[in-house]
């Protein structure tokens, strides 16, 4: 047809033609294209529908993690709680009159840190001297205590030398993110391994002493008081000195938690009734119990047994950064066995675990390009309906990762409000974790969750690291002060006896 064009003598009625006929077909190719979009989408949709959680259901869920807040909480009810409710032996956050250097460990994901920070009172700024980071690799993830925290002390020995800091005794701040059962500031006891770590021998044992053991085989250099922190706590601690109403703490990186300050009176498992006291939530255990049940997807299943901790933290493998991409690897999987995706064709990168990165998914979200060359590389051949639904799969796990977090975080925004017995609540949360930074998605929009409350949220720089100092500070300030009261106790009992 169109060479027959050709032939006729008019060549702008040619032109004309052959552009009608070239707009005819991007019209075809426009209707064909969205109708078998249309199509896939629908059936796609079906697929992801279990992933979609109403406003109704995450009120329920919001519910049966109050309730376990609560278990977690109590003396009797502690020891069968999901959410363990951590008591940090943190009571204050800071004022802002904190001041010194301190040393501050952080480790939690595949890097250890070093760090030296000052904390200067007159600028009211924390100050990130110097620090050092060194690799965990695969096989000390996995190894024996000895190895890991021999590895701790190694890098520490190097930092300290590098810094000329092996003569003096700076006291320190380490960041474990781990659920510990804190018996004092520096006594830690490890619950259990989370996110990629499973070292032989440390469950149940005091973390700080381990730390201490590797640094005493050393002998080259010696450390003093340790306080041992969740990053959670870090990171609302950091916030908490640029903001003194920060009194929430939240990560969604490779894991995920959140703390808060909880009154003391409502901490059963702490002697004492005044004041209040930083709880870690542990809320990545939500659901351990089988509380969620009917949320887990059949995608959430694999991802869980096919972990190195089955069993453990269900809610933070369907949130953090760990887990998000594999689900979408088995979500795309399972469409294009379905022939939904890449007609029906698997590439032996999509085969393989945890092949899809979670960074893959907030860069498809940002645009086709990119949802086109990550596909690419993973060696899949796909078309542009293919990339769309994609996008779509991302978007989903996505979403639902964000709306979790934000029926958690209105749990404990609203009860905050609730023990305070106030009818609205300003509150604010200091956040953490490359999820959140790296997701536009991930800054929940709450306003639907807890109408009665508002809430600022504050990115931390480097929370764990400069958090740890921080926490560090306050104890010693709190030290300080308890100090001078002790002393001016007994120079009141000493004037007694002069006026008598
Ligand atoms: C750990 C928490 C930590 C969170 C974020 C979880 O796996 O259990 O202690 O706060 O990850 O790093």
Redesign the pocket.
């Known amino acids: 047809m169109i060479t027959s064009l050709w032939h006729l003598k008019d060549k702008g009625l040619v032109q004309r033609s052959v552009t009608l006929l070239n707009i005819k077909l991007i019209r075809f190719r426009c209707f064909f294209w969205s109708c078998s979009f249309a199509s896939l989408y629908f059936k796609t949709v079906k697929h992801l529908e279990p992933f979609r959680l109403s406003l109704e259901k995450l009120k329920v869920v919001s519910t049966r993690l109050r309730k376990d807040m609560i278990r977690g909480l109590g003396k009797h009810t502690h020891h069968r709680a999901a959410v363990k409710m951590l008591p940090t032996f943190v009571r204050a956050t800071p004022d802002g009159t904190e001041k010194g250097d301190f040393l501050a460990l952080d480790l939690?994901?595949t890097n250890f840190r070093v760090l030296h920070v000052r904390v200067m009172e007159e600028e009211q700024k924390m100050v990130k001297m110097d620090s050092q980071l060194c690799a965990i690799p695969q096989e000390i993830m996995l190894g024996t205590g000895e190895q890991l925290f021999d590895h701790i002390a190694a890098c520490l020995s190097e930092f300290l030398d590098s810094q000329n800091l092996k003569g003096q005794t700076l006291p320190m701040g380490f960041t474990f993110?781990?659920?510990?059962e804190q018996k004092e500031i520096d006594k830690s006891i490890l619950i259990r391994w989370?996110?990629g770590f499973n070292c032989s021998g440390v469950e149940g044992e005091d973390v700080v002493k381990l730390l201490k053991e590797a640094i005493h085989r050393r002998g080259d250099y010696d450390i003093s008081s340790v306080a041992m922190v969740?990053?959670?706590v870090g990171t609302m601690m950091s916030c908490g000195y640029r903001d003194q109403t920060c009194e929430i703490g939240m990560?969604i990186?490779?894991?995920?938690?959140a703390c808060y300050m909880e009154e003391m009176k409502n901490v059963k498992r702490v002697e004492g009734e005044d004041g209040q006291m930083c709880i870690?939530t542990?809320w990545?255990?939500f659901g351990d119990d089988g509380s969620l049940e009917d949320i887990l997807t059949e995608f959430d299943k694999v991802v869980d047994r096919t972990s190195i901790n089955p069993g453990v933290?269900t809610f933070?493998k369907m949130i953090?950064g760990m887990y998000l991409g594999e689900i979408v690897r088995l979500v795309l999987m399972k469409l294009t066995e379905k022939k939904l995706l890449f007609k029906g064709e698997v590439s032996e990168a999509l085969r393989t675990k945890e092949t899809f990165e979670t960074k893959f998914i907030s860069m498809i979200e940002d645009g086709l390009e990119n949802a086109k060359k990550i596909l690419t590389e993973l060696g899949l051949t796909w078309d542009l309906v293919d990339a769309r639904v994609v996008r779509l799969v991302c978007e989903t796990i996505s979403s639902r990762s964000a709306r979790l977090c934000a029926a958690a975080l209105a749990t404990i925004v609203d009860r905050i409000r609730v023990n305070r017995g106030l009818p609205h609540l300003k509150t604010t949360v200091g956040v953490d974790?490359t999820v959140y930074k790296k997701h536009p998605k991930m800054q929940p929009s709450m306003h639907f969750l807890t109408p009665d409350c508002k809430i600022k949220f504050l990115v931390s720089e480097d929370g764990s690291g400069k958090g740890a100092a921080m926490v560090t500070a306050v104890a010693q300030r709190l030290a300080l002060q308890s100090r001078l009261l002790e002393e001016s106790d007994g120079e009141e009992d000493e004037e007694e006896k002069v006026r008598s």
Not at 177 to 180: A, D, G, R, T, V
Request: hydrophobic share 10%; charged share 15%.
């Open positions: 939690g994901g993110s781990f659920p510990c989370t996110k969740n990053d959670t990560i990186g490779t894991g995920t938690n870690n542990e990545g255990g933290h933070e953090s974790g």
